[in-house]
């Protein structure tokens, strides 16, 4: 009996020794399955953006459309002088596999024309947010700086009212006073001579710096008109998008030759967003 007693004295303090060995420490360790590292919950990376690699700037903007920004162009009889016309200047820059661009200048009988065209790929350096979505906020700051105006809001009007007189659109005017423009029959004849899907503006309320839908993933239009001095007027028209987490600026400007001649909003919108057409289809957004 005494034997039997002293093996069952050893059996329970080979016990608590096992348990102690294995259970938690007094000062907060953690036990042999644990996971300290807690590699098995850790956050994963944000997905990197689609674009990897930029396009060429100035080959990204084909002939035909700098004939139809450019006109001045066609009025080149030097065969060296219109080819570097077309050529274009590439912007200075400090990091090409983040943003590139290119510049062209073409002065012709009626105006001198400036086109610039931007390439930025957002990457982010942090684990949490994602390259589009870093691009996003980028691009909601480059839209805050344009001060686009609200969107008229169009009323229904009671039953029995009479609502066929002038409309809120008409009496809101533009920061860039685009309803200056002459008219808007030439930018039909640019629309339909471009070939491409983008309508031609029809009233000057449509001209006004706005959002564009269907360009990209998100787009606006901005449209300025610098009559300061005594210079001819100087318009500049703005076309951004962005396409997953690249973000692509045109900006399209006209200064005619005659002191008191306005360049056509309508015509220089549609130009615009026609090479923000073709740039977008050649990203694949």
């Known amino acids: 009996m005494q034997r039997k007693a002293y093996v069952t004295g050893v059996a329970a303090l080979l016990a608590a020794v096992l348990a102690g060995c294995t259970g938690s420490s007094d000062d907060g360790g953690t036990s042999d399955d644990s996971n300290p590292s807690g590699a098995g919950t850790a956050t994963q990376a944000a997905q990197p953006g689609r674009y990897a690699t930029l396009p060429e700037p100035c080959g990204a903007v084909d002939d035909r459309a700098l004939d139809e920004l450019l006109p001045g162009i066609g009025e080149m009889t030097d065969e060296a002088q219109r080819e570097k016309a077309y050529a274009g200047e590439a912007t200075l820059t400090y ?15 009626e105006a001198t024309d400036y086109l610039t065209v931007d390439f930025e790929r957002v990457v982010s350096y942090d684990n949490a947010v994602s390259d589009d979505s870093q691009a996003e906020r980028l691009f909601a700051k480059k839209r805050a700086a344009a001060h686009l105006p609200e969107p008229a809001v169009t009323e229904t009007a009671p039953a029995g009212v009479d609502d066929t007189g002038p409309s809120a659109d008409a009496s809101s005017s533009p920061s860039s006073s685009s309803a200056d423009s002459p008219s808007s029959s030439s930018s039909a004849d640019s629309s339909s001579s471009a070939g491409t899907s983008v309508p031609p503006s029809s009233s000057p309320s449509d001209l006004q710096p706005r959002l564009l839908e269907e360009l990209g993933d998100e787009a606006f239009l901005d449209d300025e008109l610098d009559s300061s001095g005594s210079t001819a007027e100087h318009r500049t028209v703005t076309v951004a998008f962005r396409t997953s987490n690249v973000i692509v600026t045109i900006e399209y400007a006209e200064q005619p030759a005659v002191v008191g001649a306005v360049p056509d909003s309508g015509e220089m919108q549609d130009r615009a ?3 923000a057409v073709r740039l977008a289809d050649s990203l694949g957004g």
């Open 95 to 109: 990091d090409t596999d983040r943003k590139v661009g290119c510049r062209w200048k073409v002065e012709s009988m």
């Open 273 to 275: 967003r026609n090479l």
